[in-house]
Nanobody, 124 residues
Framework: VQLQAFGGGLVQPGGSLRLSCAAF????????VGWFRQAPGKERERISC??????YYEDPVKGRFTISRDNAKKTVYLRMNSLKPEDTAVYYCAADTYGVLRDDAPTEEEYDYWGQGTLVTVSS
């Protein structure tokens, strides 16, 4: 499956963005999909994941970000609210084959497919 992440941009602190991760070739019905980010000078970090209907969030984004999926549109979304300057990063999506069958979130190494990143800049 090929993934493409888009929707990044420049937003002021406190603002919102919605990122999309679109699949090309096959649908995402059987994939767990995760969102990661990499800030300048830092390692890539996992921030959220969705399996069948279970969602996972890391502490830095919990309560502010919401992940959702629309299998008919072959797309997973990441709604980001109350954005902070420290959310500035390149955001990536990734898919884990048959991950919907999991009862936990995949580790970064378990993802099989990655999309290119989309840059989110939070600045006034």
């Amino acid at each position: 499956v090929q993934l493409q992440a888009f929707g990044g941009g420049l937003v002021q602190p406190g603002g919102s963005l919605r990122l999309s991760c679109a699949a090309f070739g096959v649908g995402l019905d059987y994939y767990a999909v995760g969102w990661f980010r990499q800030a300048p000078g830092k390692e890539r970090e996992r921030i959220s994941c969705i399996t069948d209907d279970t969602t996972y969030y890391e502490d830095p984004v919990k309560g502010r970000f919401t992940i959702s999926r629309d299998n008919a549109k072959k797309t997973v979304y990441l709604r980001m609210n109350s954005l902070k300057p420290e959310d500035t990063a390149v955001y990536y999506c990734a898919a884990d084959t048959y991950g919907v069958l999991r009862d936990d979130a995949p580790t970064e190494e378990e993802y099989d497919y990655w999309g290119q990143g989309t840059l989110v800049t939070v600045s006034s």
